[in-house]
């Protein structure tokens, strides 16, 4: 197993473009997440999704989209990169559908200049 | 609104010397309180998963404990390679999904 594979490892963007940040898990779990981690601040969830087709907004949103087509894959799109996306981000999955302990991906690190 | 607050921020120890990680929550309606463990530059590794007040889990040098309103990560004779940050995590049963609240963590390093 794989487990949670996340691509680019890095990525610099200048401010307004946009881009994809994939995430897969070869675990067959229904529960997909994605975070960023800032310093001085915990984990902080951004969208999840509990099965292929069903998304919702975590606690950081705005500026952000995913979709879910199949139990696999969960992209995050950057829709007009800032500034203030600059951070890490964490795919995570979990075998619990409600989202309990998570598994994570290696994390991309973006820089929006 | 629900809160984690990891202590210290930052413990140095030497190879060895046991201690503890403190985790106090405020949440409303525990469902799961979590540890992880994150090295630079990783994403967070999984550690324990806490239910209810009075429940303990161990994993080598490392046993997690949990009372009502916080939780301990205790380090026995801990090496070089437990060094990194260890991160606690609470979720509720709360809100339109089961919300995750993390820390900020507790950086740890053991000198040999």
């Known amino acids: 197993n794989a487990g949670v594979t996340q691509t680019p490892k890095f990525q610099v963007l200048k401010t307004g473009q946009s881009m994809t940040l994939q995430c897969a898990q070869d675990m067959n779990h229904e529960y997909m997440s994605w975070y960023r981690q800032d310093p001085g601040m915990g984990l902080r969830l951004i969208h999840y999704?509990?099965?292929?087709?069903?998304?919702d907004q975590g606690e950081v949103p705005n500026g952000y989209n995913v979709s879910r087509s199949t139990t696999e894959d969960f992209p995050l799109r950057l829709l007009s990169a800032a500034p203030s996306q600059t951070s890490v981000y964490f795919c995570?999955?979990?075998?619990?559908?409600?989202?309990?302990?998570?598994?994570f991906g290696p994390g991309t690190r973006l820089t929006v200049l | 609104e629900d809160q984690v607050t990891q202590s210290p921020e930052a413990l140095r120890l030497q190879e060895g010397e046991s201690s503890s990680l403190n985790c106090s929550y405020t949440v409303s309606g525990l469902r799961g309180l979590f540890w992880y463990r994150q090295d630079p530059g990783k994403g967070p590794e999984f550690l324990f998963t806490l239910y209810s007040a009075g429940e303990e889990k161990e994993k080598e040098r490392l046993k997690a404990t949990l009372t009502k309103k916080e939780s301990f990560l205790h380090i026995t004779a801990p090496k070089p390679e437990d060094s990194a940050t260890y991160l606690c995590?609470?979720?509720?049963?709360?809100?339109?999904?089961?919300?995750?609240?993390f820390g900020i963590g507790t950086k740890l390093q053991v000198i040999p």
């Open positions: 995590a609470v979720q509720a049963n709360s809100g339109g999904y089961q919300k995750v609240t």
């Open positions: 999704s509990v099965g292929a087709g069903i998304t």
């Open positions: 995570a999955s979990s075998p619990d559908r409600t989202g309990g302990a998570q598994y």
